[in-house]
T-cell receptor, first 114, second 113 residues
Framework: SAVISQKPSRDICQRGTSLTIQCQVD?????MFWYRQQPGQSLTLIAT?????????ESGFVIDKFPISRPNLTFSTLTVSNMSPEDSSIYLC???????????FGQGTRLTVV | LAKTTQPISMDSYEGQEVNITCSHN???????ITWYQQFPSQGPRFIIQ???TKVTNEVASLFIPADRKSSTLSLPRVSLSDTAVYYC??????????????FGAGTRLAVHP
């Protein structure tokens, strides 16, 4: 299994600013994933963070708005840039375990933009 | 990735068995069926995964018919703490490796006293 720590757990930010969310895993993983979950909704995949290469973004998400870093096999960051109230959401980091098909999720970062 | 369809919500009472069915008509040969549970303010948690027939663990059972176009998650004797959202996912995330998970709407289960 994998234990994931996300920081911060929550934040209230002013519109127009940026927030960087950190995701730390207790083991080396090949792929890390970033999701967004708006209130009362399901999870939406933002991007796949690959170590040593640029992240792969899903339709509707762009690098300028959600830049991602993946400096090593245990760590990734997601930045929410130039925030607006519509970015208020929970952002979750996830990793997969090759061989079991089981995914593990962080507790999430609850972001409120005012 | 195969699309899944499951009921938006279900209600049950403590001690009852709950069966949540998921349709995945376009499931591919390499696809596995995986169920996740999500409590409020937490990330999803893996419950069970299967490819065909029946899989059982300490939490739930997963029934998959021969055509694999649907699956049923069975929760025995639910308690109030089983109130959560349950997601059915289909994809090539089984023993051959791990790929991204695409979540559908999920089923919101409410267990009543």
């Amino acid at each position: 299994s994998a234990v994931i720590s996300q920081k911060p757990s929550r934040d209230i930010c002013q519109r127009g600013t940026s927030l960087t969310i950190q995701c730390q895993v207790d083991s080396q993983v090949t792929m890390m994933f970033w999701y967004r979950q708006q209130p009362g909704q399901s999870l939406t995949l933002i991007a796949t963070a690959n170590q040593g290469s640029e992240a792969t973004y899903e339709s509707g998400f762009v690098i300028d708005k959600f830049p991602i870093s993946r400096p090593n096999l245990t760590f990734s960051t997601l930045t929410v840039s130039n925030m607006s109230p519509e970015d208020s959401s929970i952002y979750l980091c996830s990793v997969g375990e090759t061989g079991s098909g089981e995914a593990f999720f962080g507790q999430g970062t609850r972001l409120t933009v005012v | 990735l195969a699309k899944t369809t499951q009921p938006i919500s279900m209600d049950s009472y403590e001690g009852q068995e709950v069966n949540i069915t998921c349709s995945h008509n376009n499931i591919a040969t390499n696809d596995y069926i995986t169920w996740y549970q999500q409590f409020p303010s937490q990330g999803p948690r893996f419950i069970i995964q299967g490819y065909k027939t029946k899989v059982t663990n300490e939490v739930a059972s997963l029934f998959i018919p021969a055509d694999r176009k649907s699956s049923t998650l069975s929760l025995p004797r639910v308690s109030l703490s089983d109130t959560a959202v349950y997601y059915c996912l289909v994809g090539d995330g089984g023993w051959g490796g791990y790929n991204k998970l695409i979540f559908g709407a999920g089923t919101r289960l409410a267990v009543h006293p």
